[in-house]
């Protein structure tokens, strides 16, 4: 049974810092594609990361150059490091987790509908 606890979210002011873990459990990640969503209230849920095996990631526009995806294979961990947060970055943040696509890269895979495992989510709220 495949299971992800995301941990590290909070309240900061905005140009803060936070860095969000996703602990896999019941799957030895590196045999996984892993990724980062997020839900704020009224909008649907958005890519915001995604981490290939080879170490290969992908970024949602509106997080380029402030958002960083990284995997720790030894404790089968997932983190996404969040700098100069701003208060549209306020949202519900998911890990998400699902056996790679046959022949393909993970970071192909950009919809919720794609991923098979989720996170119970970690609320970041970003102050300004």
């Known amino acids: 049974q495949v299971h992800l606890v995301e941990s590290g979210g909070g309240s900061v002011q905005a140009g803060g810092s936070l860095r969000l873990s996703c602990a896999f459990f019941g799957v030895a990640y590196s045999s996984y594609c892993g990724g980062w969503f997020r839900q704020a209230p009224g909008k649907e849920r958005e890519g915001v990361a995604a981490?290939?095996?080879?170490?290969?990631?992908t970024y949602a526009d509106s997080v380029k150059g402030r958002f960083t995806i990284s995997k720790d294979i030894a404790k089968n961990t997932l983190y996404l490091q969040m700098n100069s947060l701003k208060p549209e970055d306020t949202a519900m943040y998911y890990c998400?987790?699902?056996?790679?696509?046959?022949?393909?890269?993970?970071?192909?895979?950009?919809?919720?509908?794609?991923?098979?495992?989720w996170g119970q989510g970690t609320q970041v709220t970003v102050s300004s």
């Open positions: 998400a987790a699902t056996p790679p696509p046959y022949g393909r890269s993970c970071l192909v895979l950009r919809r919720p509908s794609e991923y098979s495992y």
């Open positions: 981490i290939d095996s080879d170490g290969s990631t």
